[in-house]
């Protein structure tokens, strides 16, 4: 597909702009909701079964990077940069070279480990900050919610080769669902300290009602399933379940709560 625009201003807090190379997610993990993209798209398959790709990402990035731009740019808001297809086709590589000539803070936030084919790019960047999104220290959980995503042993060392790299890469534990259990939690927490990370941000469940009919699926049958449909009916609990799980850690980096 062709886009008109490849960095366009972001709402989100501390982001200026957001660039997504690809319309769509393979990772299809079961909570996301960027699904309302369909609304937008007009696909009627359901999320994560299909991913446009911005071919002429790059050229209209040339384009829009001829005016000066400054503050912070977000590599994707919407979708994956580094999902299968980047493999192949290229574009966030394409357009992180173009962003290396640029006065812009690149912030890139992924769940693939094909974000260590580029630490050369990215290690030429002005001003970077990379970060991997991990949600359970269990591969088994990982495959069943994020089904087209590397698990998460792959993305742990995916983060220690990028903190080998010298690009202090963070986390975000997000969702950290109530199907994870405290202990759980912990666990991971410890994994990703051993790995190399710099900072840890955990964020909850968002209980939509499209990614709460889809989870409460996966889970079906599952003691994990109890738990969610305990948290799904005392929200506040869970909270502050959460608060008080992210509060009580003494780690030697920081972490903070969304
Ligand atoms: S990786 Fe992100 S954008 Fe892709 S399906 Fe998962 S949550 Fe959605």
């Known amino acids: 597909m062709q886009c008109k625009e490849i960095l366009v201003p972001s709402k989100i807090p501390g982001m200026d702009y957001a660039l997504n190379p690809y319309t769509g997610c393979s990772h299809g993990c079961s909570y996301c909701y960027a699904s309302f993209m369909n609304r937008f798209t007009g696909r009627r398959e359901s999320w994560g079964s299909y991913v446009d790709v911005k071919v002429n990402a790059a050229d209209r990035l040339r384009a829009q990077l001829r005016r000066p731009r400054q503050g912070t740019v977000l590599i994707s808001s919407v979708t994956d940069p580094y999902q299968p297809i980047e493999a192949q086709f290229g574009i966030t590589r394409s357009c992180l070279l173009l962003l290396t000539c640029a006065n812009l803070h690149v912030s890139i ?3 693939s480990d094909l974000v260590c084919r580029d630490i050369h790019i990215l290690k ?3 001003s970077l900050e990379v970060g991997l999104t991990i949600t359970t220290p269990s591969d088994a ?9 590397p698990p998460t042993s792959v993305r742990l060392g995916a983060l220690a080769a990028l903190a080998a790299a010298g690009l202090e890469p963070w986390v975000f534990v997000a969702p950290l669902g109530p199907y ?3 202990s759980e939690a912990e666990a991971l927490f410890k994994m ?3 790995a190399g ?3 840890i941000l955990v964020d909850g469940f968002n209980f939509y009602p499209a990614t709460v009919g889809r989870v409460a699926e996966r889970l079906r049958g599952d003691r994990r ?12 609990a869970y909270r502050r379940e959460l608060t008080g799980l ?11 709560l969304c």
């Open 225 to 236: 399933g109890k738990r969610f449909a305990w948290a799904l009916a005392n929200r506040e």
């Open 246 to 256: 992210v509060a009580a850690q003494r780690l030697p980096i920081a972490i903070s």
């Open 141 to 149: 959980l990982s495959r069943l919610l994020e089904e087209g995503a």
């Open 180 to 182: 994870t259990y405290p």
């Open 197 to 199: 990370a710099s900072s």
């Open 192 to 194: 990703i300290v051993d």
């Open 124 to 126: 030429d960047l002005p």
């Open 109 to 111: 936030l992924t769940k």
